[in-house]
């Protein structure tokens, strides 16, 4: 039994702590998370899952973060057996009543022009702004580098 407790108490002390969720309006911001970055990285993922209970769709139209220069809003897909990334023109539309989850090789948010390293086991800042639930500020968990999710 001592060894089994150990081990719980183990995986419970090596679990990154996961950020609560954030409801503002008909808007609930879930399994927020991003990587931690090699010192002098450019850039970093943002990943996060939004749901959207009310009858009216909200679009995110904006994110910053204070540790990055310049933060948007992408999307990765296959084109012709080639994956591309891009840019979302307009922000990223979150219909009423579904949910939209932002995760690696999908859309994702890219922190860019890192000013410092993402530590694993820290949080980075974020502002996530909507065209109807307007700035929501939070913080993502930082995971450790090559993590697929929380």
Do not use: C
Request: aromatic share 4%; proline share 9%; charged share 10%.
């Amino acid at each position: 039994m001592r060894l089994g407790g150990a081990l719980i108490a183990l995986v419970l002390i090596a679990a990154p702590a996961l950020a609560a969720p954030v409801t503002v309006g008909s808007l609930t911001l879930d399994a927020m998370w991003t990587r931690a970055t090699p010192p002098g990285a450019p850039s970093a993922g943002g990943y996060l899952t939004i749901t959207n209970t009310g009858s009216e769709a909200d679009t995110l139209v904006s994110v910053a973060s204070p540790v990055a220069g310049m933060a948007d809003m992408h999307v990765m897909e296959m084109k012709d057996g080639v994956m591309t990334m891009h840019g979302l023109d307009g922000g990223l539309p979150i219909p009423a009543g579904q949910t939209v989850t932002l995760a690696p090789d999908g859309f994702h948010i890219m922190f860019m022009g890192l000013t410092a390293a993402l530590k694993q086991g820290e949080t980075l800042p974020v502002t996530l702004t909507f065209a109807k639930a307007g700035k929501i500020e939070t913080a993502f968990p930082i995971l450790p580098i090559g993590a697929r999710g929380p």
